[in-house]
């Protein structure tokens, strides 16, 4: 079982930027794939970033050029840069996992969620 503990949610003005932080804990014998859903209520889920384990990392063509997901293998820890963010970027961020696997792309949709950190951009 693995644990997801987010972190940098809050409020922020039109345009202007916020970093997620995501740890992972627990019992991680093996690489796990880490990235990034949001939500808004009323809406379905949405991918915005993955660190994929074989190719290059996967992100909704509505954050493409603005969010940069990163890791830090030592802390079991992934981030969300996000830049230029607009109003339908508010959402609530949820951190996700999976086990990597040996080859091909990450599972989707991953087994391990966190609580989630709100996201809130206003004017």
């Known amino acids: 079982q693995v644990q997801l503990v987010e972190s940098g949610g809050g409020s922020v003005e039109y345009g202007g930027s916020l970093k997620l932080s995501c740890r992972a804990s627990?019992?991680?014998?093996?690489?796990?794939?880490m990235g990034w859903f949001r939500q808004v209520p009323g809406k379905e889920r949405e991918r915005v970033a993955v660190l994929e384990n074989d190719g290059p990392t996967t992100y909704a063509d509505s954050v493409k050029g603005r969010f940069i997901v990163s890791e830090d293998n030592n802390k079991n820890t992934v981030y969300l840069q996000m830049n230029n963010l607009n109003y339908e970027d508010t959402a609530m961020y949820y951190c996700t996992a999976d086990e990597a696997p040996v080859f091909g792309r990450c599972p989707n949709p991953p087994q391990w969620r966190g609580q989630g950190t709100q996201v809130t951009v206003s004017s």
């Open positions: 627990g019992y991680i014998d093996s690489k796990l794939c």
